[in-house]
């Protein structure tokens, strides 16, 4: 069974930093394309960063340049490191690796 379980959610002021992560159990991490997709209030949820089991990573165009994500395959654990944040980064985030959710991390950004 997978499991991925969230963690490093919390409140920020604009301008500040997170990290996210992601445990993984039940799958062969390393083999394992991950993603991160959030929602907002209201919102449709949306692909926010992937990275495969090479090492190839892509982001949505709002997020280019401010986050980062990366995997450590010894630790099954894959991380989404947020900089620069903004209000509007303000959404739940969810670990996904086909075809399993983890169950999400609060991020809120004040202005």
């Known amino acids: 069974q997978v499991r991925l379980v969230e963690s490093g959610g919390g409140l920020v002021q604009a301008g500040g930093s997170l990290r996210l992560s992601c445990a993984a159990s039940?799958?062969?991490?390393?083999?394992?394309?991950m993603d991160w997709y959030r929602q907002a209030p209201g919102k449709q949820r949306e692909l926010v960063a992937t990275?495969?089991?090479?090492?190839?990573?892509t982001y949505a165009d709002s997020v280019k340049g401010r986050f980062t994500i990366s995997r450590d395959n010894a630790k099954n654990t894959v991380y989404l490191q947020m900089n620069s944040l903004k209000p509007e980064d303000t959404a739940v985030y969810y670990c996904?690796?086909?075809?399993?959710w983890g169950q999400g991390t609060q991020v809120t950004v004040s202005s």
């Open positions: 996904r690796t086909l075809p399993s």
């Open positions: 990275i495969t089991r090479g090492g190839s990573t």
């Open positions: 039940g799958i062969i991490f390393s083999a394992a394309t």
